[in-house]
């Protein structure tokens, strides 16, 4: 079964540091690119940052820029996110996900998706 | 305020159809493939339409997207209880670099 866990969640004063992970399993993870999206409370998805299978290419949302750093181990089949200077706003559920892509011809590249999505893992940042 | 621009909320009864739009631009959905996410209540989102108008293997052909120019449409047919969930359209951004949600549309059966 093709899946991804993500772990590494808690609470975490202003200021401080986290670092999540997420596992893969079920497909060939140093093949496809990969992704954090999160969710705070009672609000709408926001993505968070994208890494490129080789890691070669690395994408952060304007928000975390900075603050944020992805990374992956191939060997290890993990996909992390170390997030210092955390605030307030960052708290929300922090989801891992799959890239799956397709070449188009009407779109003169690759299309795009994510899936799977992980169970998500929460962060609170809170004094 | 998203940059992809959906209703906050839609009903309709059990067995009708409904459809969510999904607004954008010329650097989001007026030049990139638009995907859909449904996130039942407490779970995590899974991938409902991709490329526009693909359905995943396992989704229900009750689903189905479309897009033209700078919106995207998603339309759901013969409505049942299950499909009460939130709603989200995404997009690459050429000019963000990243990738957009809509704010997310809350359906409700009544």
């Known amino acids: 079964e093709v899946q991804v866990v993500e772990s590494g969640g808690g609470l975490v004063k202003p200021g401080g540091s986290l670092r999540l992970s997420c596992a893969a399993s079920g497909f060939t993870f140093s093949n496809y690119n990969m992704n954090w999206v999160r969710q705070a409370p009672g609000k709408g998805l926001e993505w968070v940052a994208s890494i490129t299978y080789r890691s070669s290419y690395i994408y952060y949302a304007d928000s975390v820029k900075g603050r944020f750093t992805i990374s992956r181990d191939n060997a290890k089949n993990s996909l992390y996110l170390q997030m210092n200077s955390l605030r307030v706003d960052d708290t929300g559920v922090y989801y891992c996900?799959?890239?799956?892509?397709?070449?188009?011809?009407?779109?003169?590249?690759?299309?795009?998706?994510?899936?799977?999505w992980g169970q998500g893992t929460l962060v609170t940042v809170s004094s | 305020q998203s940059v992809l621009t959906q209703p906050p909320s839609v009903s309709e009864a059990p067995g009708q159809r409904v459809t969510i739009s999904c607004s954008g631009g010329s650097s989001n959905i007026g030049n990139n493939a638009v995907n859909w996410y449904q996130q039942l209540p407490g779970k995590a989102p899974k991938l409902l339409i991709y490329?526009?108008?693909l359905l995943p293997s396992g989704v229900s052909d009750r689903f189905s997207g479309s897009k033209s120019g700078t919106s995207a449409s998603l339309a759901i047919s013969g409505l049942q209880s299950e499909d009460e969930a939130d709603y989200y359209c995404?997009?690459?951004?050429?000019?963000?670099?990243?990738?957009?949600f809509g704010g997310g549309t809350k359906l409700t059966v009544l």
């Open positions: 996900a799959r890239t799956s892509q397709s070449w188009s011809t009407g779109y003169s590249g690759y299309v795009e998706w994510f899936d799977p």
């Open positions: 995404a997009a690459w951004d050429d000019s963000l670099n990243g990738v957009v």
């Open positions: 490329y526009d108008d």
